[in-house]
Every structure is written in structure tokens, then in C-alpha cells.
């Protein structure tokens, strides 16, 4: 690391705006029945209504030819980190769709893929040295069956000025908001770190890292890769919460409790400060297309567990199509657009996300209230988080019969009173200490106004 580094690293400071925010993930090859930028443009003001913050949109570059897999090719597999994907739209069409998404309210972050190439970019034929080799001299791909991509090797400066001249390019020209950074642990930190600086030089942006310490077990061909703690101290404003992910995987499976998650909030809390920001999310892209549905993998706790997503500490993330109640897996590399079916499940996270944009005990990192875990009976989750006199109660039922929440002590201003977020009704006393929630239900209830 050069001595200006040292002198100069980053300390993140996450934009006001990230505080109470809900992310989106946008497969733009899919989300419409065009598939293009313009298309995604008029389903804009929908998220927005819906309490959407940030809206991540999977790569937007023009894809490789050589060793493409499907017939239009990974999107991570980037050409041309300069050009916009013709199946898209153009430059224009992009600036258009974030300048609309400004006018909204929203934020635009780009997928950004620092770590390896198509085996088609241009920058292998003029600049070969800036590709990680093997002892024969042959590109290597940073995981064996990843055939379509080569890695970049990051102890060559001029690569990383490259880079971060590409990140300000993408921020000066299409006033994009931040990136998602994809396997950003295989990247050094302190080219990270370099890149923000530069980055914050224009303007306040956020960064999220797809990253977590479970996600070297992948196969991967080299272990120079980064401590989430690093990449969260240095450059990055969230990373994947992936440990909440698997677990509540395997308590749909019947291999794990819902108390177990009290144990995963207090390994995170030992494990980063207060200020870090983890994403909690039921589908991502890779979680659909090979994992399998919300529905496959979660069954009849696929709602409740995305309202435990929504609402533990944490920013929430919904994948494109949740809102559809999307049953089926989205073909990676081909054209698969999703069904709306005139969103069934727009209600549903439109309260839940209002709810996180709104409420001042659900904000993110320093700013959290304070949490109280209740005493529930097994197979029911109980919390209150609660800030400055205002509180929402979570209770999630995991089994096939209604439970009750014994009678307690919560941290619920008495004289408030509780009002229920789905049904809309305002509980009397006698209301609020029944407290019953259905067979793998739900119910959210928050302080009256």
C-alpha cells in the first residue's frame, strides 16, 4: 500500500439518505417485456410508491461472445466497461432512467465487476499484463467453472488507476449514486479504499459489497481475499448479509430453530460496530436462478420471513418479481421475462417498506433503536425496536397453528397505543395484551401517531 494511502484512508460515512432505505435488484434483461432501460423507466414511480430507496441494476455492459454460456451471456462477463449494452438501450437511455429515478426520489446504483473480465475485453490485447496467468502463461478465471471471465491482477498499478477512473466515469457521466460491487473481497482493499476517495470527491455515493466470509468455500482458485470487516471499515457501506440468508433456509428445512437467530444478532453485533449496514434478503439473482424461488426454498414461511427481513436491523432487499410473487427460476443467460400478473404482492411490501422508510426505530446502523427480544413460545419470533418514544412490535409464527405472545413488559410507550399495520385497525386495550398470530403469519404493529 503506497504511503498516500496510509496517509489518506477513507472513512465511510453512509449519505443520509441510506438510513431508512429498502434497495431493489433490477434484472434489466427480464423485468420488462422489451427489456430495455426506457421500459424500466415507467415502472419507476411504482417503486418508488412502493418505498423503495435504492435501485441496484445488474450489469449494464455490453456482454462477451467468447465462451458465452446461453445465448445472450452473463452479465458479469463485461466487454466493454465503457459501453452500454445495445440490448438495452444507450447512454442517453440510461442517464434519462437516472435523472426520472432522481426526479422520484430514488438512487441508482450500477453492478460493477472489478475482478475479471470477458475473455473478449479489448483491455486483454492491450494491456495482457493487468490478467492474473498460470504457470503456462494461460488466463486463469477466479473460479474453475466461471469459463466465461479471466482475472484481473491487482498488483499492477496502472490497472488500478484504470479502474478508478472507470468508477468516476460512470459517476461524473450517467450521476449514478454508488455500485454493488460483485465478489468485491477478491479485490484488494486498498484499491476499494482509493476508489472511494476518488469517488467522494464528486459526490456522496454508496457502496455495497457482495461479500461474507462464507462465500470463500465457493471453489475459489486463490486465497488473497478480504475480511468483510476490512472492506466495511475502508470503502463499503453494506455487505450481503448472507448468514441470516442460510439460516433461514434452514429453518424452513427443520435444521434449525427460530430462536437461532437470536444467536446470529449477537455474533453480529460482536463481530462489526454499530455503524455497518448488512442487507437481508429472501432472493437475489444468483439465489433464483440456482438456489431455487422464495416458494421452493421457504414454502409457507416465504412471507413471514420476508417480514423478519424487512424489519430485524438491516437494510432489506427485494429481488425483481418478489412483488409478483414470482414462482419460477429466471433463466441466467437468456431471455426470461417475469410474469406480473398484476402484482399480488404489491400491498403486502408496499406496508412493509412504507413502514421501514417511515419509522424512526427502524433506521439503519448508528442510528437503530433500541432492540428488546420478547419471550416467546417455540416456533414464534417476537421484537420491539423502538426510538425516541415510537416502537414497532414483530411477532412471525413459523408454525401450522396460531400462537400467543404471553403477556410483558415491552418497551411500547403506554400511552400511545398500537395500531396494526396490515389490517389497518387501531387495537383497544384489550386488543393489545391478546396478541395471537395466525398459522405461519404475522403481525406488525407500531405506536399510533
Not at 449514486?177 to 484488494?188: K, N, S
Not at 462464507?214 to 475480511?227: A, D, K, Q
Request: aromatic share 10%; net charge negative; with cysteine.
Amino acid at each position: 500500500m503506497s504511503d498516500h494511502l496510509l496517509a489518506s484512508r477513507f472513512v465511510v460515512r453512509h449519505p443520509e439518505w441510506a438510513a431508512n432505505a429498502t434497495i431493489y435488484e433490477v434484472n434489466v434483461r427480464n423485468y420488462t417485456p422489451e427489456g430495455t432501460f426506457r421500459a424500466l423507466e415507467a415502472q419507476l414511480p411504482r417503486l418508488a410508491k412502493m418505498g423503495v430507496v435504492i435501485v441496484w441494476l445488474m450489469p449494464i455492459h455490453p456482454i462477451g461472445k467468447i465462451g458465452r454460456k446461453g445465448s445472450l451471456g452473463s452479465p458479469y462477463a463485461v466487454q466493454d466497461y465503457f459501453g452500454v449494452n445495445p440490448e438495452f438501450g444507450t447512454l442517453n437511455d440510461l442517464k434519462h432512467l437516472v435523472q426520472t429515478a432522481h426526479s422520484l426520489g430514488l438512487k441508482v446504483l450500477l453492478d460493477w465487476v472489478a475482478n475479471h473480465t470477458s475473455r473478449d475485453n479489448g483491455l486483454i490485447a492491450e494491456h495482457p499484463d493487468w490478467y492474473r496467468h498460470d504457470s503456462q502463461g494461460q488466463l486463469v478465471p477466479p473460479v474453475a467453472d466461471w469459463t466465461d471471465v479471466v482475472a484481473l491482477d491487482y498488483t499492477n498499478q496502472a490497472l488500478r488507476q484504470y479502474m478508478v477512473n472507470l468508477l468516476c466515469y460512470w459517476v461524473r457521466e450517467a450521476d449514478v449514486d454508488g455500485f454493488r460491487c460483485d465478489v468485491a473481497g477478491l479485490v484488494p482493499t486498498d484499491f476499494w479504499d482509493e476508489a472511494r476517495l476518488a469517488l467522494e470527491a464528486i459526490k456522496p455515493v454508496f457502496m455495497l459489497a457482495e461479500w461474507d466470509e462464507l462465500y470463500p468455500s465457493g471453489g475459489l482458485t486463490w486465497e488473497e481475499f478480504n475480511s468483510e470487516t476490512q472492506l466495511l471499515e475502508r470503502a463499503f457501506d453494506m455487505t450481503f448479509g448472507l448468514r441470516l440468508h442460510y439460516l433461514l433456509d434452514r429453518i424452513a428445512e427443520g435444521k434449525a430453530q427460530l430462536s437461532d437467530i437470536d444467536e446470529y444478532l449477537a455474533a453480529e453485533r460482536e463481530k462489526y460496530p454499530p455503524s455497518v449496514y448488512l442487507m437481508h434478503f429472501t432472493s437475489n439473482h444468483d439465489v433464483n436462478s440456482w438456489d431455487g424461488t422464495e416458494y421452493e426454498r421457504l414454502g409457507a414461511l416465504t412471507l413471514p420471513f420476508a417480514v423478519l427481513t424487512a424489519l430485524l436491523p438491516g437494510m432489506p432487499m427485494l429481488y425483481s418479481g418478489q412483488e409478483a410473487a414470482l414462482n419460477r427460476r429466471l433463466a441466467f443467460f437468456d431471455r426470461d421475462p417475469i410474469d406480473w400478473a398484476d402484482y399480488p404482492l404489491q400491498d403486502f411490501y408496499t406496508k412493509l417498506l412504507q413502514l421501514k422508510k417511515r419509522h424512526p426505530a427502524l433506521r439503519n446502523g448508528d442510528a437503530a433503536s433500541n432492540f428488546q427480544r420478547l419471550t416467546t413460545p417455540a416456533g414464534l419470533y417476537g421484537f420491539v425496536r423502538e426510538k425516541n418514544g415510537s416502537a414497532v412490535v414483530v411477532l412471525v409464527n413459523a408454525t401450522a397453528g396460531p400462537l400467543e405472545l404471553p403477556g410483558q413488559k415491552m418497551l411500547v410507550p403506554p400511552q400511545k397505543g398500537l395500531f396494526d399495520v396490515f389490517s389497518g385497525e387501531a387495537l383497544t386495550l384489550a386488543q393489545q395484551k391478546a396478541r395471537t398470530v395466525p398459522a405461519h403469519g404475522w403481525r406488525v404493529l407500531r405506536t399510533r401517531d
